[in-house]
């Protein structure tokens, strides 16, 4: 009794220790990178930010409570070219991806704000650094028409979906990390939503390659340390 009294406790003992040495352990060390508000050009090719427009988009007050407890830092923006084409952008950085601190996909955060999800679509955005897995949604509430791309970053790698999102998540946590992440989202307000997301591409391959090379990781992970194509 004596001796498997000795083997439950060692086992006991031994399970805790794995148990420990297993559990993500948040990175709590300065980030790399500085505020949004710093490292997004306000200018670059013959984008500007429009003088005349609000935010990124309209977000409820309930709402935007909620991302601000999720989000270590956000950015929202509206663009304008020379052709006077507009674009929102939208940023959302979270310090740690854990199970109940990850970006939120604009399909959830669209429909809690009343509007309707009329497709969504897997795509590759084609940017100096490679092409980058993104989403493609519509989203219309009344006259509204919303075309929307938007990419995640968690950690190193660029996914799109729950699944990936998922899957970086778990893999860094095996190592017993739990990264960052970032949602890149630009929208337009355009009835004709396939000119919409060409907008969207063009802006946001400019985008990245405005951004400082020692920046473009925090928005397009490993993708962002290789040369421009």
């Given at each position: ?15 805790a ?34 003088p ?35 674009v ?40 100096p ?24 970053r ?10 990936e ?44 390659a ?17 040369g421009?194509?």
């Amino acid at each position: 009794m004596l001796r498997r009294s000795f083997l439950a406790s060692v086992v006991m003992v031994a399970t805790a220790g794995a148990a420990q040495v297993l559990k993500p352990r948040p990175d709590t060390g300065p980030s790399r990178f500085g505020k949004l508000d710093d490292i997004v050009p306000k200018q670059f090719g013959t984008w500007q930010i429009d003088p005349y427009a609000g935010g990124g988009g309209v977000v409820n007050p309930s709402l935007e409570k909620v991302l601000n407890t999720l989000y270590s830092d956000q950015l929202s923006r509206t663009y304008v070219n020379s052709a006077g084409q507009r674009v929102m952008l939208s940023l959302a950085y979270g310090r740690h991806q854990s199970r109940d601190l990850q970006v939120h996909k604009p399909e959830v955060c669209y429909v809690a704000q009343g509007f309707q999800l009329l497709s969504s679509a897997k795509v590759a955005v084609a940017t100096p650094f490679g092409a980058l897995p993104a989403m493609r949604i519509v989203a219309k509430q009344g006259g509204r028409n919303e075309p929307v791309t938007y990419w995640i970053r968690i950690g190193d790698k660029v996914i799109r979906g729950w699944w990936e999102q998922n899957q970086a998540r778990v893999a860094y946590g095996l190592r017993g990390l739990v990264p960052d992440g970032l949602l890149v989202r630009a929208s337009t307000i355009d009835s004709n939503s396939a000119r919409g997301f060409e907008i969207q591409e063009r802006f946001m391959a400019e985008l990245v390659a405005a951004v400082a090379p020692e920046n473009r990781p925090m928005f397009v992970g490993a993708a962002g340390t290789a040369g421009a194509a």
